[in-house]
């Protein structure tokens, strides 16, 4: 099984990174971007009958900081 | 309307830090897992309209790295 993990900033934190990708796309063509955020996208091969929960717990505390970025597990 | 771009190490690549996360994950009590790759996740508000092809033009030239990453561009 394949699990797929995006952690992405929370709304209400301030994304330097997204917003100058935001200003250079301006610049490079693509007028009136909006908000833009970078966030991380982690695919995982584990095997069949993989803990869920377990998953979820290291997705909460190794891969991602809950305090500034919320993340979504998805499994394939 | 939102682009999600999904920027990922191509397959042939050796992604580092993905193997120190899953050399980390079988340490914290997930066993047997298998290769992880790291990439980016990038969500982008865009006005309607906004031109596909110009889109995948700064995919492929700006947001990612051609030579050893690939991307996935998804319009929602």
Redesign the interface.
């Known amino acids: 099984m394949k699990a797929v993990v995006?952690?992405?900033p929370k709304k209400s934190v301030l994304d330097p990174q997204?917003a100058a990708?935001?200003q250079?796309?301006d610049h490079?063509?693509?007028p009136?971007?909006?908000?833009?955020?970078?966030?991380?996208?982690?695919?995982?091969?584990?095997?069949e009958g993989?803990?869920e929960e377990?998953?979820h717990e290291?997705c909460r505390d190794?891969?991602s900081n809950p305090v500034i970025e919320d993340y979504e597990l998805e499994i394939r």
């Open positions: 995006t952690v992405m997204g990708v935001a250079a796309m490079l063509g693509l009136h971007v909006g908000k833009v955020r970078v966030g991380r996208s982690i695919e995982i091969e584990l095997p993989a803990s377990k998953l290291l190794f891969l």
